[in-house]
């Protein structure tokens, strides 16, 4: 487990949700979307097309957002996880999940959908979480998520306001990383446009390329492409590659605020 002890991680935040609908005349119908700011989504949703909701959700709420799968590395990664959700018959990495029974209600449906997304790939190696928001809409994934996803229940942690590179973090130790130019494993400088993944643990001063501490993680799988974990060639401490990618990808506020239209883009053309 990385340093952090399974504590909120602040950074970019991409999700994909399930909402529920409340509405007695449309009891029981489902919507997933992609958001980068729940709380501000499921106003839109309840707002109408006017207030930036869906037009399949337009005139139906009261809308709930009960789950939410959050720890995607990129917009586009979290975009793709949400296709595949709303279109599982046409993924081709879902031909092994059954269609939608008869007596299947679709609340129910789309959790099998989710608990078979998880244990595939390449969704299976991703750092996910898997955060219930209504604890009363609770139900058990079958089969169950990877052991490396935690289950999570409330509100999710807050978006970073500030860019950071650690739980630790002060202006000395900054000074000091500063100093380390080069990659602590294959020893080349690091470009402008590619910043070093460093270890989260205090004290280590470990900086490293990605794809070269990757490469030092998967030594004990070889076949595959993405790390779940590993053991820093620093201090030796257990890290996993979730930790690492959040802390590097820390945003700000006006990557924040470009998210946010990309959001409300990618919607709008989705549904027209």
């Given amino acids: 487990m990385g340093p952090a002890g399974g504590a909120a991680r602040p950074g970019p935040f991409f999700g994909v949700y399930l909402l529920y609908c409340l509405n007695p005349r449309h009891r029981g119908r489902v919507y997933v979307g992609f958001t980068v700011n729940p709380a501000r989504r499921v106003q839109q949703h309840n707002g109408g097309r006017k207030k930036g909701g869906a037009w399949r959700t337009s005139g139906r709420g009261p809308w709930e957002m009960v789950l ?3 720890g995607f590395p990129s917009a586009v990664a979290a975009l793709r996880f949400e296709w ?14 059954g269609p ?7 609340f ?9 997304m998880l244990r595939a790939p390449p969704w299976a190696r991703l750092p996910l979480t898997v955060r219930w928001l209504r604890a009363d809409f609770r139900r058990e994934l079958c089969p169950p998520p990877p052991p490396h996803m935690p289950l999570a229940f409330g509100p999710p942690p807050p978006r970073a306001r500030e860019r950071r590179a650690g739980p ?14 080069s990659c602590a494993l294959c020893a080349r400088s690091f470009q ?4 070093p993944l460093c270890c989260p643990h205090p004290g280590c001063r470990l900086r490293a390329h990605m794809i070269c501490l990757a490469e030092e993680f ?7 492409l993405l790390p779940l974990e590993g053991q820093c060639p620093g201090c030796k401490n257990s890290v996993l590659w979730g930790d690492l990618i959040w802390l590097c990808r820390m945003g ?11 959001e409300e883009h990618w919607t709008d053309m989705l549904e027209t």
């Avoid at 599982?88 to 879902?94: D, E, G, K, V």
């Avoid at 998967?218 to 595959?224: A, I, S, Y």
């Fill in 218 to 224: 998967l030594q004990e799988e070889p076949g595959q």
């Fill in 168 to 181: 630790s973090a002060d202006p000395e130790s900054e000074r000091d990383r500063d100093a380390d130019a």
């Fill in 192 to 195: 402008d446009e590619e910043g």
């Fill in 84 to 97: 595949a959700w709303q279109h599982p018959r046409a993924s081709r990495r879902l031909a092994h999940v």
């Fill in 108 to 116: 129910a449906f789309h959790l099998r959908v989710l608990a078979h």
């Fill in 252 to 262: 700000d506020e006006e990557e924040e605020e470009d998210l946010e239209l990309e």
């Fill in 68 to 70: 939410i799968v959050h």
């Fill in 100 to 106: 939608r029974l008869r007596s299947e209600a679709a």
